[in-house]
């Protein structure tokens, strides 16, 4: 029988949870103090090329490069293991530190030749220097997970997310645009202190060795994979980044293109951003919770085809046993949630009616976005890069292809978000036929599940419309809070109930029951 991994998964989603709860709250707090319009999207736009190596290294992709030649050294040789560590943060402090200072040259010159563009590039030069330091975080965060501990890289974003809450508090008698920048320097603050939180957490472990020599040969493979690892695992992240760029244009460029107005106003980055924040929460905490748990032990496996492929079935059941409900109650629940999140102050009704339309598209994937994440690790085991990136690459075109079209149509920023969910849903598919030439048999036990799943969320949707119809429309904040509660309340129950019924084994998995894992 494989080794349990739902043990690190739930280790690893309680963090997240306290994380993105976290999350949650500094986004509240600038949403009601600098409101929905150009302030916050300049801040947002400015924050793009951080957040991306964010979401790209730290949810992952530089960790699937670096993280099975570790794990396998580790096992036989840690003195190696060691060094390829050091070579690892090195590298990628050189290299990112002249990208940084590149980009630092770029924005100035930039600054210089577009003064209207003034608070957009200010905030980018500060924050800059976060992509560095946030891609060492995720190092780090790949050596603790080897090292069994789940905790600490998890817990690392609260960090950043307590520097901004105390920088928007703190700074509040300055004018907007000082304001804005404190923030904007807290970020860098807080990628100082995620570096020294990570190395606290590994500090009872000699994992450094300072002659690198006999390691050159293991991170030349390791940079090898890492691009094509990045494009495969990052597809979503680079998605969302397109969608970022697109969103931003009146905040980075200007209000017309081509002589023409252009169809998003100032305000779009800022719900867009806000959209991917609520939707991103049950994926953070539970899809990518199920894909970096089960990563270890599905390379660890990998020449084990029996194990493997079990393993594989049990991460797909679960991931879709979470994601599809996930999926179904936001949409369900996107306009009270919107407004007990963000609502108040300088963010009004209305913005908080364009966050929970935006939402609506972005959510109705979550399922599809947590399918990938387990899949793509699954092919990265195995050592099969290729077939991930080739799917990676034609979506990416594919969303930059609707995306400039559906912002046209009357969804506005809506597009991008049904763009994304849309390109999810294409590669999650094509990523299941593709697997299977890894782990015949595959879907067998995994497609009963999946039934099983739908019917428990198909009573679950059906019980909370059933609720929201006789409450009615929340007219207030506190209408709302109550709504919320409610609903997601009824959700959980009916859903836990109709899955006890169904007798399904995702559930005893969830709870950290032990069973026999489906072959």
């Known amino acids: 029988m494989p080794e349990q991994f739902e043990a690190h998964s739930r280790t690893f989603a309680l963090m997240t949870i306290v994380s993105r709860i976290s999350g949650l709250a500094r986004d509240a707090v600038l949403g009601r103090i600098f409101g929905g319009g150009a302030i916050m999207s300049a801040f947002f736009f400015a924050f793009l090329i951080p957040n991306l190596f964010r979401r790209l290294f730290g949810e992952g992709a530089l960790a699937a490069a670096f993280l099975p030649a570790y794990a396998r050294l580790q096992r036989t040789d840690p003195a190696t ?40 590039v200010r905030l980018m030069m500060i924050m800059l220097p976060y992509m560095p330091l946030v891609c060492v975080v995720a190092i780090l965060g790949a050596i603790s997970q080897v090292h069994g501990r789940f905790g600490p890289p998890a817990a690392a974003p609260i960090v950043l997310n307590i520097a901004l809450i105390a920088a928007a508090v703190a700074f509040g008698a300055c004018d907007r645009a000082a304001h804005i920048t404190a923030v904007a320097v807290a970020v860098l603050v807080a990628g100082v202190g995620q570096v020294m939180w990570m190395l606290w957490a590994l500090r009872p472990r000699r994992w450094l060795h300072l002659d690198c020599g006999t390691a050159g040969s293991e991170m030349r493979r390791v940079l090898a994979q890492a691009g094509p690892m990045i494009l495969g695992l990052g597809v979503l992240q680079l998605n969302t980044f397109l969608d970022g760029l697109i969103a931003s244009y009146p905040v980075s460029i200007g209000p017309t293109i081509f002589g023409r107005p252009y169809p998003l106003d100032e305000g779009a980055m800022t719900f867009v951003s806000f959209a991917q924040r609520l939707y991103q929460f ?23 085809d029996e194990a493997f492929a079990a393993l594989l079935r049990r991460g797909l059941r679960l991931s879709f046993f979470v994601g599809l409900p996930a999926s179904c109650g936001l949409v369900l629940v996107g306009r009270p949630l919107a407004t007990v999140i963000f609502e108040g102050h300088l963010f009004t009704a209305a913005d908080s009616g364009r966050v929970a339309f935006v939402l609506m598209g972005y959510a109705s994937a979550v399922w599809a976005y947590s399918l990938i994440h387990v899949l793509t690790r699954a092919f990265y085991a195995k050592g099969d890069s290729g077939r991930p990136v080739r799917v990676a690459v034609a979506m990416v075109g594919l969303n930059l292809a609707l995306n400039v079209t559906l912002i046209w149509t009357p969804l506005k920023e809506a597009g991008l978000a049904w763009s994304t969910a849309t390109c999810a849903t294409l590669q999650a598919a094509v ?89």
């Open 81 to 120: 293991a060691g060094r390829l560590a050091t070579l690892a943060l090195g590298g990628l402090i050189a290299a990112l530190g002249g990208v940084t200072l590149f980009g630092e040259g770029l924005l100035w010159v930039i600054w210089h030749y577009a003064p209207h563009q003034h608070l957009a």
């Open 282 to 304: 049950p994926l953070g905490v539970f899809g990518l919770a199920v894909a970096t748990a089960i990563f270890p032990a599905l390379a660890r496996h990998a020449g084990d």
């Open 431 to 519: 990523l299941l036929w593709l697997v299977r030439r890894h782990t015949r048999p595959l879907l067998g036990g995994v497609l009963v599940g999946w039934l099983k799943t739908a019917v428990a969320t198909g009573a679950m949707v059906a019980s909370v419309l059933g609720v929201q119809a006789i409450a009615g429309t929340p007219g207030s904040w506190a209408a709302s809070l109550a709504d919320l509660l409610v609903a997601v309340l009824v959700g959980v129950v009916i859903f836990s109930v109709v899955a006890r019924a169904l007798a399904m084994e995702e559930l005893r998995w969830v709870l950290g029951r032990k069973n026999e894992v489906t072959k």
